[in-house]
């Protein structure tokens, strides 16, 4: 069982950057992937990024690609999205979330946090 809690939305101006952190509970953080979606309002829910259990395998979405950057800490049992370049269209709630396997289809993921807002104003 891995419980997860995002944290580090907030307002940004366009350009800006944000980092956000998503704590894993349980020790078997290290068996999943872990990978970050975003929901924008009226929209469904969309791929943003996801890095392998060790660490060595990152993949993210076009529309983020060169902006933002996951990585992740087992020892602290944290994963990261380093976010910048922020645009307005990149408002949304992020979410963290685990998988078994390295996939960046939400179906995938067995375990979701609550989600943290990131509003970016132009």
């Known amino acids: 069982q891995v419980q997860l809690v995002e944290s580090g ?4 101006q366009a350009g800006g950057s944000l980092r956000l952190s998503c704590a894993a509970s349980g020790r078997t953080f290290t068996k999943y992937a ?7 309002p009226g929209k ?4 943003v990024a996801v890095i392998s259990w060790s660490g060595d395998r990152t ?22 999205l380093q976010m910048n370049s922020l645009k307005p269209e990149d408002t949304a709630v992020y979410y963290c ?9 939400a179906e995938a ?6 989600g943290t807002q990131v509003t970016v104003s132009s």
Do not use: C, P
């Open 9 to 12: 939305g907030g307002l940004v």
């Open 34 to 40: 872990m990978g970050w979606f975003r929901q924008a």
């Open 44 to 47: 469904e829910r969309e791929f």
């Open 59 to 80: 993949y993210s979405s076009d529309s983020v690609k060169g902006r933002f950057t996951i990585s992740r800490d087992n020892a602290r049992n944290t994963v990261y």
């Open 97 to 105: 979330a685990g998988a078994l396997t390295f996939k960046s289809f």
């Open 109 to 114: 993921y067995d375990y979701w946090g609550q």
